[in-house]
């Protein structure tokens, strides 16, 4: 069994800060891919952020300069720091990762998703 828990949402003014992070736990062996993805309703899910195992980022081109994915490794945990919020950026976001377990399958996960509201 894997876990993969976000924490971090919440009501934010448009300007302001968030955190979220996102712990994976449970069978792991290893995990090639921590990211960030995001919907609003009525939408697709999209890509915020994503950090490889090698620490390369990739982010969504909306997000850039604003948005800044790390990881602690040792914790199996993703953080998105989120600066210069805008209602746009109003959505769910689900923690992904790519990982193998310990019975050596590859495989994704996601979490339960965390709110974002960005309201005055």
């Known amino acids: 069994q894997v876990h993969v828990v976000e924490s971090g949402g919440g009501l934010v003014q448009p300007g302001g800060s968030l955190k979220l992070s996102c712990a994976a736990s449970g069978n792991i062996f290893s995990i090639f891919v921590l990211g960030w993805y995001r919907q609003s309703p009525g939408k697709q899910r999209d890509m915020v952020a994503t950090i490889s195992s090698a620490d390369g980022t990739d982010y969504a081109d909306s997000v850039k300069g604003r948005f800044t994915i790390s990881k602690d490794s040792a914790k199996n945990t993703v953080y998105l720091q989120m600066n210069s919020l805008s209602p746009e950026d109003t959505a769910v976001y689900y923690c992904?990762?790519?990982?193998?377990?310990?019975?050596?399958?590859?495989?994704?996960?996601w979490g339960q998703g965390t709110q974002v509201t960005v309201s005055s």
């Open positions: 992904y990762a790519r990982l193998v377990t310990t019975d050596w399958a590859t495989r994704n996960y």
